[in-house]
């Protein structure tokens, strides 16, 4: 069957949480506490090791499948307008928004700052912004604009791009 990036990971998280419900499911049916009154079969919840084991298996098999045809079509996915394949974004666009954030800190420094003393000092300190904020405040500007595209290119590729994913 055929998949947008956007569509198969909305399929790999139902299928995490799935397994989860499962996994959970399991444990609590699993072990069972009985009083030494109580008539152990009356209170013996619904569970087959078998049947469970095995919709574990399939699930896990799915989940591997998927993530296997995704991290592929990341791989020889191009991003158009970035010369990068979709994995290559995915690092990308974390980089970029370190940068920004690194960015967004020095363009909201003043040139000259007072140092806040606490105690009996009496000697005033300033702190010196060591470039020019102007230009920070400019390459945040670049910065943030190219995060914008890079984040819009790959939101379009991941909604209209398609691949297979065999079941």
């Not at 069957?1 to 569509?7: N, Q, V």
Request: charged fraction near 30%.
């Amino acid at each position: 069957m055929r998949y947008t990036s956007a569509e198969a990971a909305k399929l790999l998280r139902k299928l995490n949480e799935d397994y989860q419900a499962l996994t959970q499911r399991e444990s609590k049916a699993s072990v069972f506490t009985a009083a030494v009154e109580e008539n152990v079969e009356d209170v013996r919840p619904l569970y087959d090791f078998a049947d469970t084991n095995a919709k574990m298996r399939e699930l896990t098999e799915k989940i591997r499948k998927v993530k296997h045809a995704v991290n592929a079509f990341n791989l020889k996915t191009e991003v158009p307008g970035f010369q990068m394949t979709i994995d290559q974004m995915l690092v990308y666009i974390p980089q970029l928004s370190e940068q920004k954030r690194r960015l967004t800190e020095m363009a909201a420094r003043l040139p000259k700052e007072r140092v806040n003393s606490f105690g009996a000092r009496t000697i005033v300190e300033y702190n010196y912004t060591n470039y020019s904020v102007e230009d920070a405040a400019k390459e945040l500007a670049a910065v943030t604009d190219e995060l914008a595209k890079a984040q819009t290119a790959l939101d379009v590729v991941n909604n209209s791009e398609a691949f297979e994913i065999e079941f």
